[in-house]
């Protein structure tokens, strides 16, 4: 089945987001404190900020709930951490879904409730971890020079996370946003580099939204 454009997963995302009762707020920042923001913004949404802890970690910056303390492994394997997930708050709680995909190369298939089903896979390869999900397709784009070149020059506005151009089976070439870190990370940093991905998708959307011959949700 033809995946369905981020542009979709945006929709839905804002839909949700106004019916627990948020409320878009734009702010300007210096790029270097993009990391910062991103963790700011999730403690934000919640009802009782005071469960949250910040601290430093080998990304820079870090969240975790006070249920969900990560505890260092040697190295996480795509079955080893799909079992260690199902435990994390993020899932137990419903906001998120994981299956494992049994196969030569096992991959985990992550659905983001909470960002309109976002659909997000997890695959561990020797010393990385890999975390990607699919942005739209190159016919989707309008200017792929332009867009290319705009990417090149913003991507790093989106903590953790880099555009790729790859080949999806018979359905051709898509953009790909991705995330990558060490198979001996702490699970809170796992947890943290899936949610800050999905949020990155549906930020993406938005600002390369003038390349895109799709739809997408208005900035309200």
Do not use: C
Not at 69 to 81: C, D, H, P, Q, R
Not at 183 to 208: D, G, W
């Amino acid at each position: 089945m033809k995946p369905k454009s981020s542009a979709h997963y945006q929709r839905e995302f804002r839909k949700r987001l106004r019916e627990q009762g948020l409320v878009k707020k734009e702010v300007w920042i210096l790029p270097e404190h993009a990391k910062r923001l991103a963790v700011y913004e999730k403690i934000l949404r919640e009802r009782d900020p005071s469960n949250f802890i910040i601290g430093d970690s080998q990304t820079g910056v870090s969240v975790m709930t006070a249920n969900v303390i990560g505890k260092e492994v040697a190295n996480w394997t795509t079955t080893s951490l799909h079992e260690a997930l199902k435990g994390v708050d993020l899932f137990v709680s419903g906001q998120a879904k994981v299956e494992l995909i049994d196969g030569v190369e096992p991959a985990l298939h992550i659905v983001m409730a909470e960002y309109g089903d976002l659909p997000v896979f997890l695959t561990v390869s020797g010393e990385q971890i890999i975390v990607e999900s699919a942005l739209w397709s190159i016919d989707e784009v309008v200017d792929v020079t332009g867009f290319n070149d705009a990417v090149l020059r913003t991507h790093k506005y989106f903590p953790l996370s880099t555009i790729s151009l790859d080949k999806l089976g018979a359905d051709g070439d898509y953009y790909h946003m991705f995330g990558a870190l060490s198979s001996s990370s702490i699970l809170h940093n796992v947890v943290f580099e899936i949610e800050v991905l999905a949020n990155n998708v549906i930020q993406a959307t938005e600002a390369y939204s003038e390349f895109l011959s799709i739809p997408v949700a208005a900035n309200k």
